[in-house]
């Protein structure tokens, strides 16, 4: 298994407030992603790492920032958090691709509750 | 953007039973995944097929890219199959960005 882990794995938090979950790589990897699920969508991209300090968005992107300031780390911050943000979190992970090809490995996710 | 349609959406068997899953796709992909989530919410890689077929023990599966779908088959199925199947690609002009389907779920029934 890919070592990712994600922290917290649970948490509740009240409308308004801040909130950053980690997502934590063993394996110096060059990319980095954020996705949330939710009933009915699978997963959606928020935001991807394609090196230290280089971020972009993804297709729902809005009320969320992130910052990588090492390989190994991948931070998610919700600026104010909301009730349409309780999700499930996840964190992936890939490498330069070798011929084209690469794959993404996902972390344990991180349950978020917004009140 | 791309489209990405998984079918059925819900799929109930017998333990032993066949079945194959299908994921089509509305534009040309780079790269195409399946993965596993198990009833605790992990998602394991079960192929990582932008074309050809692959096997697995019980798993196969098949991605023909010029026609736009790809099929994972599942033989002999096993309570530990249950859970939720999902498809991904990555569109030729993405920059390592996976487009998930909604997925099947799967539950297998002793």
């Known amino acids: 298994d890919a070592g990712i882990t994600q922290s917290p794995r649970h948490k509740v938090t009240e409308t308004g407030t801040p909130v950053t979950l980690r997502c934590h790589q063993t394996?110096?990897?060059?990319?980095m992603y954020w996705y949330r699920q939710d009933p009915g969508h699978g997963l959606r991209l928020i935001h991807y790492?394609?090196?230290?300090?280089?971020?972009d968005k993804g297709e729902v992107s809005d009320g969320y920032s992130v910052s990588r300031s090492k390989t190994e780390d991948f931070l998610l911050t919700l600026e104010s958090a909301t009730s349409s943000q309780t999700s499930v979190y996840f964190c992936?992970?890939?490498?330069?691709?070798?011929?084209?090809?690469?794959?993404?490995?996902f972390g344990p996710g991180t349950r978020l509750t917004v009140t | 953007g791309i489209q990405v349609e998984q079918s059925p959406p819900d799929l109930i068997l017998q333990e032993g039973a066949n079945s194959t899953l299908r994921c089509n796709f509305s534009d040309s992909v780079n790269n195409l995944q399946w993965f596993h989530q198990n009833p605790w919410g992990q998602l394991i890689n079960l192929f990582y097929i932008p074309s050809g077929t692959k096997q697995n023990g019980r798993l196969s599966a098949t991605t023909v890219a010029t026609e736009r779908y790809s099929l994972l088959y599942i033989s002999s199925s096993q309570t530990t199959d249950s859970g939720v199947y999902f498809c991904?690609?990555?569109?030729?002009?993405?920059?390592?960005?996976?487009?998930f389907g909604s997925g099947t779920r799967l539950l297998v029934r002793p």
């Open positions: 992936a992970i890939s490498d330069l691709p070798i011929g084209g090809l690469y794959e993404q490995y």
């Open positions: 991904a690609v990555e569109r030729k002009d993405s920059s390592y960005k996976l487009i």
């Open positions: 394996e110096n990897h060059r990319y």
């Open positions: 790492s394609y090196g230290v300090k280089d971020t």
